[in-house]
């Protein structure tokens, strides 16, 4: 056995289903590997693609995405998606090839230290020396990607330490090869009485779900708590989601561009669960929140719980168990006269968004294309939500739930990733509906994936709103200078571009055609793209 094939077997061995990957230098021993031991290897035409792959899949499973690409400029095009799983704290692995350990700063073929280049954004990165201790170093990376708060991590893999042959009596082993993630502790009884006895005091809490409360299962013991205590509950924007199903206590997503109903400077008692103290919650300073709130914020991850300005409260453990405890410990009664004026704020500003005027021409508007994915929408369904403009729309007006099975760009605000997350989504649900809503700009970061796509058999609907505009930008330019400074772009067919690369390709002209398009799309068995040219419009105009 050598080095690659003990690394494709730990691999294995942690339930790495495939890796996403594009062949270049330091990458041969690694690919054949993977190729003997049937590890599914999806190829991609450009590094950032397979980042974005692998960090996609982290926040889909909450388990570590894997992408493996050659050295030099390879590498630093992966971290794009490295750096937004940093920013989202999704657990992923880049592995980057590089040439052998004995000419490493010798001046071989991209020679440079990659390891350097991701640690700051990485909680664990390190170049594989030697080849028995593959087991060992696999197991710390898979550990602190998982651990607190998840995130990326990197190994450099030498060719030679691929190709040397390990002795296996001389492996280092791993008591516990399976990473998981490690049990949190559920806050001190202290902790817990304290913040039942702010709950059973507060007149007007406020519940802010952040991705930590998704990346530790917490979605029946967010339900629980909001049902029990009538507390409404928002989601930061970009956040990853805990509200699968619809439920009264969901006041939608906080911190859009475009705004939402008045609920954080109002609440007398904000409880940051798995959340960042971020500028999205006005990084809790006033005029965001009120001078008299009490914050009570917990969190897995210690960094993390004190991030920012801190709190009156801070509870360190796993969000779950900590919910969980609150509604055994806490008497107190709902909190039902503050629900019922949250949800009649939350309802208003709906009926603000999804009640502007739609072109008299009959062209279509990003509202219709909003209208049609509700339309064919099922509990399965996986939705991607790709673009600045669009995906302010999708926020505000899809927003009676937030499935962890939806996914946005995450907190770092990126856009175009979402062709290569629309091909994560596909192969780790197979059976389920994949669409993803995308602007005409995210999508030409990476559109060259639509071939790879559509060769290696991985089927999504592409719902396209197309303005000629980075639309989110352009509304901010029109605003403060009253006209766009390089946020207008040029017509595309980009039904015809779908087809060149061998996926379907449809162009709607009117609103009434876009929900059969997308029925047609979902039954197609290659990638399809509908196109709809909208008029240009913004949440935040209405």
């Not at 982290?58 to 992966?78: F, I, T």
């Not at 954004?121 to 651990?147: G, M, N, V």
Request: a negative charge; glycine letters at 10%.
């Amino acid at each position: 056995m050598n080095g690659a094939e003990l690394f494709v077997r730990e691999l294995q061995q942690r339930e790495v289903l495939f890796i996403p990957t594009l062949c270049g230098h330091g990458m041969d021993p690694l690919d054949a590997a993977c190729r003997d031991a049937g590890m599914r290897l999806v190829d991609v035409r450009n590094e950032q693609a397979a980042g974005y792959m692998a960090e996609v899949t982290g926040r889909l499973s909450r388990r570590v995405g894997v992408c493996a690409v050659s050295s030099g400029v390879a590498h630093a095009n992966a971290l794009t998606g490295v750096l937004n799983a940093h920013f989202d704290g999704a657990p992923m692995l880049l592995v980057t090839g590089c040439g052998p350990t004995e000419t490493i700063g010798l001046g071989h073929f991209q020679d440079f230290d990659q390891t350097a280049l991701a640690a700051p954004i990485c909680k664990y990165a390190r170049t594989i020396d030697r080849p028995e201790r593959i087991p060992q170093i696999l197991h710390e990376a898979f550990t602190a990607a998982l651990s607190g708060r998840p995130g990326p991590v990197h190994l450099t893999l030498p060719l030679d330490i691929q190709t040397a042959e390990v002795d296996p009596d001389h492996i280092i082993r791993v008591l516990e090869p399976a990473a998981s993630t490690p049990v949190a502790s559920s806050g001190a009884p202290e902790s817990i009485a304290a913040a039942a006895d702010l709950l059973s005091r507060a007149e007007r809490p406020l519940l802010i779900a952040g991705s930590g409360l998704y990346y530790a299962q917490g979605e029946g013991a967010l339900a629980a708590f909001a049902r029990t205590f009538s507390v409404p509950v928002v989601v930061p924007i970009w956040d990853r989601g805990s509200v699968p199903h619809p439920i009264d206590e969901f006041m939608g997503v906080i911190g859009a561009a475009t705004g939402g109903p008045r609920l954080l400077p109002d609440a007398d008692l904000v409880l940051m669960v798995g959340a960042a103290c971020d500028y999205r919650v006005g990084y809790l300073q006033p005029p965001a929140v009120g001078k008299n709130a009490r914050i009570v914020r917990i969190h897995a991850d210690p960094v993390q719980l004190q991030q920012g300005a801190g709190a009156h409260l801070s509870i360190l453990g796993d969000p779950r168990s900590i919910l969980t405890r609150l509604v055994d410990a806490c008497a107190a009664s709902p909190k039902t006269a503050w629900l019922q004026e949250a949800r009649s704020r939350r309802d208003a500003f709906r009926q603000r968004c999804q009640g502007v005027s739609r072109p008299e021409s009959g062209a279509c508007h990003a509202l219709d294309m909003i209208d049609a994915v509700r339309s064919v929408l099922t509990d399965d369904t996986v939705v991607l939500i790709d673009g600045g403009n669009i995906g302010q729309w999708a926020h505000q007006a899809l927003c009676d739930r937030y499935p962890g099975h939806w996914v946005t760009c995450g907190a770092s605000g990126v856009v175009g990733y979402g062709l290569p997350g629309a091909m994560a989504a596909r192969l780790l649900y197979p059976d389920r509906p994949v669409i993803l809503i995308s602007g005409d700009g995210a999508l030409t970061f990476t559109v060259a994936e639509f071939e790879t796509a559509a060769r290696q058999n991985l089927g999504f609907v592409v719902l396209l709103a197309d303005d000629e505009a980075w639309g989110i930008t352009l509304t901010g330019h029109q605003k403060r200078y009253g006209q766009g400074i390089t946020s207008e772009l040029g017509p595309i067919r980009f039904d015809r571009m779908a087809e060149a690369f061998g996926a379907l390709g449809i162009r709607v002209n009117s609103p009434d055609e876009i929900a059969p398009a997308l029925r047609q799309g979902l039954t197609a068995d290659v990638p399809a793209l509908i196109h709809v040219p909208v008029v240009r419009s913004n949440p935040a105009d209405r």
